[in-house]
């Protein structure tokens, strides 16, 4: 496979560039992207954030780099046989498995920056090497995708195979879409909307891959979105909660995050958010919550954020600061269960499209 060459490609040249050095009595040394917050900046050509041109070196003959030099190279080692081998790993797998090479790191927060900083001086993506977190979401929909993974090369599947949606794993993102019924991608962030969702069979009534982001959408669901929406040119709609959390959930799915800002292909620009809005608490008489302290800081912290700027996105963020209430995708269960698909959905999705 292509990508899996040029992986191993990558990551060789990194050892040969280290022995390279030592074998000329000198200190190995490397230079990669800075990561730091001043070096990111929002691109408003492709609507998201990248990494500036500042660079940051890594000099073993510097004590202070020691550790985090050996750190990197051991998670470029690990990597490199995940990839030969055909293996995938959990970001905690990789922690822990650190332990039995002695190389120390003190929580998994510092050896999930490591696998960063490989992203970063590779240009490859941790899920290229074989690295995925723990916490999966889920899809539903008429697509058919075809399996690259090694011992499944060639096997089809249909995501409608589960009522329950079919997890999205390291196999699935890495698969190739070959043929689709629908016509756009609904992504959720509740578990209990997404089954709702697929009980009332809105999928077939609205043509919908239906995506349950779980949340903040993990990475490579943005990965799989995003390659649905190039291959099978579907539009991508974001149905979240009614608060400035499920706003940034839609966000980050449309602009991308700054977590991710040096790795390529995850952000969807032309996403749209469907709410739920303050104008649709207020429009639609849901029950809320009283925003709390926490809720309101992060409103003020939205207004700051290069993302928000725009005159819809600041007016939004306005009208949750006027309104101070909150409300879940569920709360439109007072107008009965199959209110949100009969009445809300065509609602937003007529207007939308």
Same mark, same amino acid.
Request: with cysteine; hydrophobic share 40%; net charge neutral.
């Given at each position: 496979?292509?990508?899996?060459?040029?992986?191993?490609?990558?990551?060789?040249?990194?050892?040969?560039?280290?022995?390279?050095?030592?074998?000329?009595?000198?200190?190995?040394?490397?230079?990669?992207?800075?990561?730091?917050?001043?070096?990111?900046?929002?691109?408003?050509?492709?609507?998201?954030?990248?990494?500036?041109?500042?660079?940051?070196?890594?000099?073993?003959?510097?004590?202070?780099?020691?550790?985090?030099?050996?750190?990197?190279?051991?998670?470029?080692?690990?990597?490199?046989?995940?990839?030969?081998?055909?293996?995938?790993?959990?970001?905690?797998?990789?922690?822990?498995?650190?332990?039995?090479?002695?190389?120390?790191?003190?929580?998994?927060?510092?050896?999930?920056?490591?696998?960063?900083?490989?992203?970063?001086?590779?240009?490859?993506?941790?899920?290229?090497?074989?690295?995925?977190?723990?916490?999966?979401?889920?899809?539903?929909?008429?697509?058919?995708?075809?399996?690259?993974?090694?011992?499944?090369?060639?096997?089809?599947?249909?995501?409608?195979?589960?009522?329950?949606?079919?997890?999205?794993?390291?196999?699935?993102?890495?698969?190739?879409?070959?043929?689709?019924?629908?016509?756009?991608?609904?992504?959720?962030?509740?578990?209990?909307?997404?089954?709702?969702?697929?009980?009332?069979?809105?999928?077939?009534?609205?043509?919908?891959?239906?995506?349950?982001?779980?949340?903040?959408?993990?990475?490579?669901?943005?990965?799989?979105?995003?390659?649905?929406?190039?291959?099978?040119?579907?539009?991508?709609?974001?149905?979240?909660?009614?608060?400035?959390?499920?706003?940034?959930?839609?966000?980050?799915?449309?602009?991308?995050?700054?977590?991710?800002?040096?790795?390529?292909?995850?952000?969807?620009?032309?996403?749209?958010?469907?709410?739920?809005?303050?104008?649709?608490?207020?429009?639609?008489?849901?029950?809320?919550?009283?925003?709390?302290? $926490?809720? *309101? /800081?992060?409103?003020? &912290?939205?207004?700051?954020? =290069? %993302?928000?700027?725009?005159?819809?996105?600041?007016? +939004?963020?306005?009208?949750? $600061?006027? *309104? /101070?209430?909150?409300? &879940?995708?569920?709360?439109? =269960? %007072?107008?009965?269960?199959?209110?949100?698909?009969? +009445?809300?959905?065509?609602? $937003?999705?007529?207007?939308?499209?």
């Amino acid at each position: 496979m292509p990508r899996q060459t040029d992986s191993i490609e990558k990551l060789t040249e990194i050892g040969k560039q280290v022995i390279s050095s030592i074998q000329n009595a000198e200190y190995p040394s490397i230079v990669l992207p800075d990561r730091s917050t001043r070096n990111i900046v929002f691109d408003s050509v492709s609507g998201q954030f990248v990494l500036g041109n500042s660079k940051t070196k890594r000099d073993s003959s510097n004590v202070k780099h020691v550790k985090s030099f050996m750190q990197l190279m051991w998670v470029a080692s690990f990597a490199k046989q995940l990839v030969k081998n055909g293996r995938t790993s959990s970001l905690r797998d990789i922690y822990y498995s650190s332990e039995a090479f002695g190389v120390d790191f003190k929580n998994q927060a510092e050896s999930d920056r490591i696998i960063a900083d490989l992203e970063c001086l590779t240009g490859i993506s941790r899920e290229d090497f074989g690295v995925f977190p723990e916490e999966h979401s889920s899809i539903y929909g008429e697509v058919v995708m075809k399996y690259t993974v090694s011992g499944y090369e060639g096997r089809e599947v249909d995501l409608t195979i589960s009522p329950d949606g079919f997890p999205i794993g390291s196999a699935l993102i890495t698969a190739e879409p070959v043929s689709t019924k629908a016509k756009m991608i609904l992504a959720i962030e509740s578990g209990g909307m997404f089954s709702r969702l697929i009980e009332t069979r809105c999928w077939e009534r609205f043509g919908a891959v239906l995506i349950h982001l779980g949340g903040q959408a993990p990475r490579s669901t943005r990965r799989l979105m995003r390659k649905l929406r190039e291959h099978l040119d579907l539009p991508v709609f974001v149905f979240t909660d009614g608060d400035p959390w499920g706003m940034h959930i839609a966000q980050v799915i449309i602009a991308g995050s700054a977590n991710a800002a040096h790795i390529d292909r995850l952000a969807i620009p032309d996403a749209k958010w469907i709410g739920v809005t303050a104008g649709d608490i207020a429009k639609y008489s849901l029950p809320t919550e009283d925003m709390n302290n $926490k809720d *309101l /800081r992060r409103l003020e &912290e939205l207004a700051q954020d =290069s %993302r928000y700027l725009t005159s819809d996105w600041s007016a +939004q963020i306005d009208a949750f $600061k006027n *309104l /101070r209430k909150k409300a &879940e995708q569920q709360a439109f =269960s %007072r107008h009965g269960m199959d209110f949100v698909v009969e +009445q809300y959905l065509p609602d $937003k999705l007529n207007f939308a499209i």
